[in-house]
DNA sequence: TTGAAAGCGCTAACAC
DNA sequence: GTGTTAGCGCTTTCAA
């Protein structure tokens, strides 16, 4: 193992002083053509390239962005950590990522670590936030953005769906077509996403003069949406729902097992079912799930959008509170209304 | 805003030299209980925490582990890198996500990027290792370890499967089944699972007197698998395969889409399907998919062990060339063989 | 344009 | 056990 070469090993061999090869690869420094060139020469053949931490020191920025994630088993989260630090990546900058339970304390541990790491800026997805930790970070100047959740504190960026109107969809299409007995099976109370799409898609039904039939609740958590299917479906035809709204398709997954191989009820012919996120499995042919796609790519881009901001102009920046429009994805899993007008909804792409 | 705190001010506040701050703050430092006490209200007031990038500066350790993936469509790879991010927090350690395309100078730029944050070391998953790669993170006293490949580069650490011995257990479930034409939908070439896979199955094939009856390639890519598997299936009864070993589940699914959706075909009636990884989708009742597992947890153990012992003894830690025992899950896709004896298989569980 | 010198916040000898 | 001192590798005044 060679030692690691440093600016001034480089310097010593290009015959210049150490703070002409710190020039050097500075950009927008000033430095002659023909020191430039003796520094890059040298600097190639030691294979030298600048130390990034000690130049954080300096500098007092990192060029690291902590990510805060919960859980990576709803396919909407690797998609959004790939977009994410895909995008990051092109800004100059690198995800830290820090796993956590949604258990308050842990976040208040993982949430010091991340300051250890004197990270420029925190994104925390699926996770919620105290006022306490936003304080914290406030005072140490570290902007922060919530992704996928709202948040009613004062001054905090937050990007997310329009899940609210995304809720409201639901109900408009399965009250166009013709549902009588529908149900939602809920996501985790403790998240806006969840609250969002349930009052929507509350609001939806009661504009149309219809209300909810029946409700369970899965904690954006399989087994859980597993025993709440049964729950809801383990009856007879002219009892159990004929639709179903699931609040996230990660869930809706398991109920359409439930629901076909338990109880062997036809999808959508017995029974309509809608999920929320449009992750991947969703177009597979066996599920061919009718979702409200959230639009990652999009409320990436404003998550780093905002991020930039708030790094580079930490003052002035707004913060800001982000809904993506949420498009209605319609497949084959619940009935298609008759003469449907596809207005803000679409069968694939963007 | 308010401006970070340093240990100096912890120092000043608590009426101690600056070297005592750093003294109570460093694990298995001698300090007297009442400068520990007064240092730690001190902070505990400031809201002090060390400066982790200062403290890598002069140790030379940033606690920071490098992972390089390609792509995280395949689920394999999300929740490896939850169990990945989880043992290395245990552990101290946390994860730099680095994403790359799969080509060759990508992944050199990567590389360099990589080790200008001075990371204590680096896991390569789903990512090839060329020697040039290897070298130079040699002679930056890097370890490395790959995850999901092997390499034939003399001196480097590798984390797999026992793609082998698994893609014969597939041969011979299959034969067992008394399938007469079995076929096999390859992986990308670059891949050493793939090439791994497809050898044992071969020779699992061979050593019964089978031959592959038909073989196209997907590259891990669903379009292209898709593609593989019209190709493979649209034909006369008697000439299609009567069985087909798909070279990773990500693939799998889209193979089974086709069969059942495109080509009217049933599974495991008319044909059987095997997969590879045992992703939580293999386990969804619409594909219930028969599949050899990579047990990710005991691969991810390795590897973090590799690395920990890479990273502490580096003079001595011997390169390791891992192969986790890879079971067969027997779900319901593929025909059950006559009293097969779940000798090495598993139902379920670990 | 360039070099010398002063730190960034911390740890690690080294004396006391 | 504790303070003093010398850096870690870099950026950034400040003079020249």
Same mark, same amino acid.
């Given at each position: 193992?060679?030692?690691?070469?440093?600016?001034?090993?480089?310097?010593?061999?290009?015959?210049?002083?150490?703070?002409?090869?710190?020039?050097?690869?500075?950009?927008?420094?000033?430095?002659?053509?023909?020191?430039?060139?003796?520094?890059?020469?040298?600097?190639?053949?030691?294979?030298?390239?600048?130390?990034?931490?000690?130049?954080?020191?300096?500098?007092?920025?990192?060029?690291?962005?902590?990510?805060?994630?919960?859980?990576?088993?709803?396919?909407?989260?690797?998609?959004?950590?790939?977009?994410?630090?895909?995008?990051?990546?092109?800004? $100059?900058?690198?995800?830290? /990522?820090?796993?956590?339970?949604?258990?308050?304390?842990?976040?208040?541990?993982?949430?010091?670590?991340?300051?250890?790491?004197?990270?420029?800026?925190?994104?925390?997805?699926?996770?919620?936030?105290?006022?306490?930790?936003?304080?914290?970070?406030?005072?140490?100047? /570290?902007?922060? /953005?919530?992704?996928?959740?709202?948040?009613?504190?004062?001054?905090?960026?937050?990007?997310?769906?329009?899940?609210?109107?995304?809720?409201?969809?639901?109900?408009?299409?399965?009250?166009?077509?013709?549902?009588?007995?529908?149900?939602?099976?809920?996501?985790?109370?403790?998240?806006?996403?969840?609250?969002?799409?349930?009052?929507?898609?509350?609001?939806?039904?009661?504009?149309?003069?219809?209300?909810?039939?029946?409700?369970?609740?899965?904690?954006?958590?399989?087994?859980?949406?597993?025993?709440?299917?049964?729950? !809801?479906?383990?009856?007879?035809?002219?009892?159990?729902?004929?639709?179903?709204?699931?609040?996230?398709?990660?869930?809706?997954?398991?109920?359409?097992?439930?629901?076909?191989? %338990?109880? &062997? !009820?036809?999808?959508? %012919?017995?029974?309509?079912?809608? $999920?929320?996120?449009?992750?991947?499995?969703?177009?597979?042919?066996?599920?061919?799930?009718?979702?409200?796609?959230?639009?990652? &790519?999009?409320?990436?881009?404003?998550?780093?959008?905002? !991020?930039?901001? !708030?790094?580079?102009?930490?003052?002035?920046?707004?913060?800001?509170?982000?809904?993506?429009?949420?498009?209605?994805?319609?497949?084959?899993?619940?009935?298609?209304?008759?003469?449907?007008?596809?207005?803000?909804?679409? &069968? %694939?792409?963007?």
């Amino acid at each position: 193992m060679a030692a690691k070469i440093t600016s001034l090993q480089v310097a010593q061999k290009a015959g210049v002083s150490q703070s002409a090869v710190s020039r050097v690869f500075t950009p927008g420094a000033s430095v002659s053509q023909k020191t430039a060139d003796k520094v890059r020469a040298a600097a190639r053949e030691l294979g030298y390239r600048p130390n990034v931490l000690a130049r954080a020191m300096v500098k007092g920025k990192s060029r690291i962005i902590g990510l805060v994630v919960a859980y990576l088993e709803n396919f909407f989260y690797p998609e959004t950590l790939e977009l994410l630090s895909n995008a990051l990546q092109e800004q $100059g900058y690198h995800v830290l /990522v820090f796993m956590t339970k949604q258990t308050a304390d842990n976040i208040d541990d993982v949430m010091e670590e991340i300051l250890d790491y004197q990270v420029d800026g925190i994104v925390m997805a699926s996770v919620a936030m105290s006022s306490d930790i936003s304080a914290r970070c406030q005072q140490a100047g /570290v902007p922060v /953005v919530l992704f996928n959740r709202g948040q009613d504190i004062e001054g905090i960026t937050a990007v997310s769906s329009d899940n609210h109107a995304g809720g409201r969809t639901v109900a408009e299409f399965l009250i166009a077509g013709e549902h009588q007995r529908i149900a939602y099976i809920a996501g985790w109370e403790g998240a806006s996403t969840q609250r969002d799409r349930e009052a929507g898609f509350r609001a939806g039904l009661a504009a149309a003069g219809h209300k909810l039939h029946a409700y369970a609740v899965g904690d954006f958590n399989t087994e859980l949406a597993r025993q709440a299917a049964r729950d !809801l479906f383990d009856k007879p035809a002219n009892l159990r729902p004929d639709a179903v709204f699931v609040a996230n398709d990660h869930m809706a997954f398991a109920v359409m097992d439930v629901l076909r191989f %338990e109880l &062997n !009820l036809q999808v959508p %012919e017995d029974v309509s079912v809608i $999920g929320y996120d449009d992750v991947p499995p969703a177009a597979w042919l066996a599920y061919n799930l009718t979702t409200m796609r959230q639009r990652a &790519n999009l409320m990436v881009a404003e998550t780093v959008d905002a !991020l930039m901001d !708030l790094i580079s102009t930490p003052d002035t920046a707004m913060p800001r509170r982000v809904a993506i429009d949420s498009p209605l994805v319609v497949r084959t899993s619940a009935r298609m209304p008759k003469g449907w007008n596809t207005k803000g909804s679409t &069968n %694939e792409g963007f």
